[in-house]
């Protein structure tokens, strides 16, 4: 590392203490960028690391609300609008016990260099709450939704920040954070938050993306090892949006998923997840992944999500949360001759597990590349507001796919223009970090 960037980390370090996770999105990204700013002076002297690694905004506030007993509760809400050089900041929010101001961040600043790998007009920001969502009833997320955007209300907007879903807020939230909003700012502006539902501005296929763009981008690396899903044995942890849909596409190329997981543990079913059955558990009985094997007695759980790294699989899909995969577990899918591994949720291998995977030469598609079929999708909601148009499945699921062709593409040759072939988390680090670092200087120091 040279002095310049070890300086900016230990600034940034010292300016927030105590947020270990995004000290790690940090470093990540900005050692991965020591060759750009060896080829670019003029970032330096833009001082775009400096201004890069510091939130425009930060908002932070209570959220108070009244639960089914008649007690009063408050949670503590966030939004980080962290970038504006491409357009509007868009991220999702998070409700999730874990969440704090350096979650909000370390997502936030990933938010920014996979928004920019899009090529969609998106800046990049984040949001959530310390709120569990795990066993309230309709009413009181509902009171909960209500009361976080009659404070977030006066910070979003259609060209301004365009919040969306992440673990914990799916279609029913954003439908109540919608209606609240609406109700205050006495105008339909659809393209105000996205992930809405289908018949009122929502995007057919948005539900989908994350999941489906993640297949699409192992599917093209594979391509270019002649190789392709078909017959590969895939884990997949995680049993939300991004997993249901993963495990969609990969059955759909011929792929079999042999275990999901949730907070609770893992099931494990040698014939193949039955996805009809986790669709009925996860999305309609908002159940636990355990109940998977009281119908399907050939499945077993296991009640210890991180050991879901041990079995045996050609593929391994980390579709849970950050962090979920450290180095022992990285070490266990490398002794089963592990050919790749995708990201779906974002940062969730340790810096130690992924250079396990540098070393075994796995083929790694880490999450700003892997998991930003998501927010692309979002982004193509966002035109159709625009526009107040709907487009057919066929259509955004064919836009979508041309994202994740293109951000592979970047990623890859990117790597190879800066001297690193293969190493895809490199690639779509420098490829996002240019067209960000680029509109910043000419946009002047701002
Ligand atoms: N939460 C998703 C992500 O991590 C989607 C964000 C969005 O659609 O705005 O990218």
């Known amino acids: 590392m040279s002095q310049y960037t070890t300086r900016v980390i230990e600034e940034m370090m010292e300016r927030n203490p105590n947020q270990p996770e995004f000290h790690q999105a940090i470093k990540e990204v900005v050692e991965s960028l020591e060759p750009v700013f ?12 400096e201004r890069i690694v510091e939130p425009e905004r930060q908002i932070m506030f209570r959220v108070p609300w009244v639960d089914d007993e008649g007690n009063v509760q408050v949670n503590r809400g966030f939004r980080v609008q962290y970038n504006s050089a491409l357009g509007p900041y868009k991220g999702g929010l998070r409700f999730h016990p ?10 936030g600043f990933e938010q920014i260099f996979k928004n920019a790998l899009t090529g969609r007009p998106i800046g990049g920001g984040k949001g959530g709450s310390d709120f569990d969502p795990k066993g309230k009833s309709d009413g009181e997320i509902m009171r909960f939704c209500q009361s976080f955007m009659t404070e977030l209300y006066r910070h979003i ?20 954070l919608f209606g609240q909003y609406k109700r205050i700012v006495n105008a339909y502006e659809a ?12 995007s057919l296929a948005r539900t989908e993306a994350t999941g ?8 093209e690396m594979l391509k270019e090892q002649g190789d392709s899903i078909a017959d590969k044995e895939v884990v997949i942890s995680g049993s939300g949006n991004v997993a249901i849909y993963a495990t969609e596409k990969v059955q759909e190329l011929g792929g079999k998923v042999v ?141 979508l796919k041309g994202i994740m062709i293109n ?39 701002i």
């Not at 365009?162 to 439908?175: F, K, L, Q, T, Y």
């Not at 489906?212 to 599917?219: D, I, R």
């Open 38 to 49: 060896e080829k670019n002076p003029e970032y330096k002297e833009a001082g775009i690391l």
């Open 98 to 107: 874990s969440v704090n101001v350096g979650i909000i961040k370390f997502l």
């Open 157 to 176: 907007g259609p060209d301004l920040d365009v919040p969306a879903g992440d673990i914990g807020v799916g279609g029913r939230e954003i439908g109540y």
């Open 407 to 445: 951000i592979h593409k970047i990623s890859s040759q990117t790597a190879k223009e800066y001297g690193m072939e293969g190493d895809l988390a490199a690639g779509a680090n420098i490829a996002g970090f240019l067209k960000v670092a680029d509109a910043m200087v000419e946009q002047g120091v």
């Open 259 to 399: 275990a999901l997981s949730d907070s609770g543990g893992y099931v494990y079913d040698p014939e193949g997840i039955k996805l009809d059955t986790v669709k009925e558990i996860k999305e309609v009985r908002r159940g636990r992944i355990k109940e998977y094997v009281e119908e399907h007695p050939s499945a077993e759980f296991t009640a210890d999500s991180s050991a879901i790294w041990q079995i045996d699989c050609d593929i391994a899909l980390p579709c849970a949360t950050q962090n979920e995969l450290n180095e022992e577990s990285a070490q266990a899918l490398v002794d089963n001759d592990v050919i790749l591994v995708g990201e779906g949720a974002n940062m969730p291998s340790t810096p130690k597990a992924i250079e396990v995977f540098k070393e075994n030469s796995i083929l790694f598609a880490p999450a700003k590349a892997a998991n930003a079929g998501g927010v692309a999708t979002s982004a193509i909601e966002m035109t159709q507001n625009s526009m107040r148009e709907s487009w057919t499945f066929e259509r955004v699921e064919g836009t």
């Open 212 to 219: 489906y763009g993640l297949v699409y981008l192992v599917e």
């Open 191 to 202: 393209g105000v938050l996205t992930g809405k539902g289908l018949n009122w501005g929502g």
